[in-house]
């Protein structure tokens, strides 16, 4: 199995930006798809974006499309999510997700086996 730590979140103003990784330990990281969602309180866990094995293909939801990037570095067994030009609306914990394979990532957060413990993100207006 693979374990998956978040880091990056914080706080920051309307318009600003955040970093966001996911450091992976425990099998060949680029055996896996991977994923980054959002959840806030009394709401579904949220697709945001994922990234095939090798990085060469990536998707969106389109509430983050063109403002944030999404990216993986398979020879330091890391994910990363660019977050520009954030909005308040974006204030949520961010986890990120494994599944094991190959293929298109799901954006259905059921179909990911490994997620990581979270990391807020809070967007001041």
């Known amino acids: 199995q693979v374990q998956l730590l978040e880091s990056g979140g914080g706080l920051v103003q309307a318009g600003g930006s955040l970093r966001l990784s996911c450091a992976a330990s425990?099998?060949?990281?680029?055996?896996?798809?991977m994923g980054w969602f959002r959840q806030t309180l009394g709401k579904e866990r949220e697709f945001v974006a994922s990234?095939?094995?090798?990085?060469?293909?990536?998707y969106y939801a389109d509430s983050v499309k063109s403002r944030f990037t999404i990216s993986r570095d398979n020879a330091k067994n890391t994910m990363y999510l660019q977050m520009n030009s954030l909005k308040p609306e974006d204030t949520a914990v961010y986890y990120c997700?494994?599944?094991?394979?190959?293929?298109?990532?799901?954006?259905?957060?059921?179909?990911?086996?490994?997620w990581g413990q979270g990391t807020q993100v809070t967007v001041s207006p």
């Open positions: 997700a494994a599944r094991p394979g190959w293929g298109p990532p799901p954006t259905d957060s059921h179909l990911y086996t490994y």
């Open positions: 425990g099998r060949t990281f680029s055996n896996y798809l």
């Open positions: 990234i095939t094995n090798s990085g060469g293909s990536t």
